[in-house]
C-alpha cells in the first residue's frame, strides 16, 4: 500500500485530507469525530476576537436536480471564546497527536495583534498556522479577511509579524476575489510564508427568489454577498494553484483548496503542484464519513500506477500547464463517431451545427438507418461534440498526424519578426 | 363465499386510480435524466408527434403550464394517453437510453405535467377567431374530441352529437376506473368545451337528429362513432343473466355504485384483447374469487399488449390458452354453473394470416363458474353508417386513399369507425391524430390552400 502521508513545510499528516477551516471545524467535538472518521488533518476555524453572526446564514446552488454544485456562505469567524477554542485544540491535539491541527488566525492588521494572538496559541500546541486574509465577506468590512487579502503590502507585513511570532509553519491563505493571485502569493513569499493556500471563497450571491424577490439567502428581507465554493469553483481554484506551482518567483508548498469533492478531484490538485487538499463543502453536504472512500481511491490509485507515495505526484503536470503562445499551432485533433456506441441522440449534431463549425452530418444508410458522421475536412478539433455526448465511448478525439514540425505562436511571431527585420533592412 | 370476502366501500377502493403518480422529486430526477435529444426518435413514435423532449425540459425548469401545453397541443386526450398508451411499443421504446441505459418514463413524466395542469385549474388554449363556418362531431370520445378542439382553435363553430349522458366516449366508459380515471376524460373535455364546442348529450344521431339533418345544416360532418357492443359468441347459453357483454360490464362500474354481486364468485372471460383483460382485472377488483380468461389461440396471437398482459397476471388472472367455449351451463333456475370449453390447435393462416383454431374433438371440459364475460371484439354501427349512405366494409367506413373524406364529400371519418380491414389503428393515440388530421382537411376542402403571399 502507497504511503499517503504528506509533509508540507514541515507540517506532516497520516494523509493529505484536511478538513479546510470551516464550519465542520468549530468545536473539538468536530474536529475529533472528524480525525475518528479518518480525516489527516484540520484547519481549526478561524480564531480572532469572536464575532456575532446571523441567521440564516448558507445557501446552494442546485444544477438540473444536482443539489449542492456550488455553495454559498455568509457565516463569519469563530464566535466562540478564543480560550475555550484553544482547549479545545489542546485536548483534540492530546488525543489526536498524529493528526495536523492548523489554527487559522484572523486579527485587524496590527503587529501587536497577531503577535499577541499567535502567542496565545503557541501555548496551547498547533502543528501550524493558516493566516486567513481570504474570507470574502462581513470581515473584510472591517478590513480584515479578503480586504487585507487584496492588498500585497498588507499580506507581506502581516506574514511577517506572525511569523516573527511563530516557532511552527505559517501558511497563507489566498483570496481569488483578485485579478492575479500571484500576485498576492508572491507578497506572502516576501513576508516569509513557509506555504500557501487557495483558494478561499469567491464573491458572491446565490440566487434570487424569483417569487419573494429576496435574495438567497436572506436575514429578515436584507441580503449580502457572500462566499462561494463548492464543485463549481474547482477550475477556478485548480487554475490558481496551478499558476501559482508554476511560477518561479513563488516557489513554496500549496495547500490545494476549492470544490474538492472526491479522490480523483484530489489527484487532480496534487498534480498540479498541491502537497495536500483541505476540503469542506463536500464534508458539509455528505458527512466526515466521505473521507473514507478519499483515503481508499487515492491509495487504490497509487498501487495501480505504482506509485510509493502520494508526495511522488506532487506537482507532476506542472511543467505541462503553460501560457496560450507556447502551445503547438500545428497539433491537430479531430472528432471520428464510433457509429456501433453512438445512441443516435444526435446532440453532438446540433451543438456542432448551431454552435460551432457545421461538420457533423445526420444520415442514412441503404437501409434507413439514421448515423452521424463527422466531416473531418472541416473538423477543428473543439471537442464539444465529445463534451455534449451522453453515450461514453461514441466520440474519440482523434490525434492527427501532421507533416509540419510543431510550431507556437511565439515560435511564429519570433520567426516573422525576423523576417520583417530582415524586409526592413532590405528596403533600406 | 369466502370468510374474507371485501366489503362494499373496499371494493369501490379498488376501482381507484393503481398506479401512483410521480412525485416532484421523481418527476424533477427523472426530467433531468433525459437527454433532451435533437431531432428525437420519440417524437417520431409518438403517432400525435408530441415535442417529448420539449415537455420533459420544461418539467425540468419549473415550467408545468407551458409543459402540459406542449402535449395537449399536439394531443387533446394527452391526459388519458399518459395513462393508456402502450408506451414501451412507442415512445419509451424508441427512446436512445435503451441502448444505453434505461428509457425515460416519459407516460409517467407526461402524466405528471397535465396532472398539473388539472390540480392548477389551467385552461390551456383560447378558441380562433370565428370563421363562420360550422362542423357537427358525431361522438365525442378520442377522435371526435381531437378533431372538435382542432376545428375549434381554427375558427370553426363546433357541435358534438353524443348519445351516452356523459362525453368522453371510450375514455370515459370504456377504460377501467383503475387505470383510467372519469374526472381525467372529463377533464380533457372540458378543455374543448371552454373552446365554445358545444356538446349535444343524450343525442343519439338517427333518432334524436337524422343524419340528413346534419348533413345539410353543417358545413361538414365528422363521424366517430368508434364500435358497438360485444357480438354473440354463438353458442348454447348465451342468452343466460349471467352472461356479459364486456363493454357494458365495464362500463357498469363508471357509470354507477361498485356492484357487490361478484365477490367471492368465478369468473370467466372470453377473448384475449385489451377490453378482455380490462374485463378480467375489473372482476378481480369486484371481489371475484377467480378469473379466468379463455382463448382460442395462444398467448403469442393475444392482441392485448403486454403491459396489459403482465397487469392481469399481477391480478390474478388465469390463462386457458388454445381453449375455446362450447356451451354455458346452468341450473335449474338459470344460473351460470359452469363453461363447457374445447382444446384447440393452431393450423394454417387463413385470410387475415392470423393461424385459425380448430377444435380438437373429444375434448370438452367444463370449468365451473358463475358468470361468463364476452370479449371477442366489437360490432359495428352499420345502422348509422347506412343513414349516411356513405361506403362501408362490414360496417367500417371506407376513406379515400390519403384521406379522412368518406364516399360522402361533406362527411369524414375517423377513429375506431374506420378501423379494421387493413385501415386505421386501434390506439386512443392514433384516433386523436386522425381527429386532428381530418379537422385539417376539412380546412383544406372548406378555406382552401392558404394563399401564398409570396
Redesign the interface.
Known sequence: MADLSINLAGIKSPNPFWLASAPPTNSGYQVQRAFEAGWGGAVWKTLGDPILNVSSRFAAVSF???RVAGFNNIELITDRPLEVNLKEIYETKKRFPDHAIIASVMVEPQQEKWHEIIKRIEAVGVDGYELNFGCPHGMAERGMGAASGQVPELVEKQTYWAKEAASKPVIVKLTPNITDITVTAEAAVRGGADAISMINTINSLAGVDIHSWNTIPHVGGKGAHGGYCGPAVKPIALNMVAECARNPRIGLPISGIGGISNWQDAVEFLLMGSTGVQICTAAMHHGFRIVEDMIEGLSNYLDEKGIASVMDIVGKSVPRYSDWGNLDLNYKVVARINNDIC?????C??ACEDTSHQCID?LKDESGISFLRVREEDCVGCNLCSIVC??DGAIDMIELTNELPPMTWNERQAYLGGIENESVDFAK | MSMTSPLKDELELNFQEAERGLSQREA??E??RC???????CIQACPTGIDIPTFIKKI?SGNYKGSARTIMTANPVGASCARVCPTEELCEGAC??N??TKPIMIGNLQRYSTDWAIQNKQALFKAGKKNGKKVAIVGSGPAGLSAARELALLGYSVTIFEAEKNPGGLNTYGIVSFRLPQRISYWEVEQVKSLDVEIKTNTRVGLDVSADQLIGEFDAVILAIGMSSVPKLGIEGEDLAGVYDAIDFVKATKTGAISDEFIGKKMAVIGAGNTAIDAATCSVRLGAEQVAIIYRRTQKEMTAYDFEFEFAKQEGVGFHWLTAPSRILADESGHVTGIECMKMVLSEPGEDGRSRPVPISGSEFVIPVDGVIRAIGQSRYIGLIEQFGIKHDDGVVMLEADSYKTSNEKVFACGDVIFGKGQGEAMVVSAAQQGKDTAYEIDLTIMGEAVDIA
Open positions: 438540473n436536480g444536482q445512441i443516435n441522440c444526435n446532440k449534431h446540433i445526420m451522453p453515450a | 424533477l430526477e426530467a433531468n437527454l433532451y435529444c435533437y431531432d428525437a426518435p425540468a436512445v437510453l441502448h444505453s
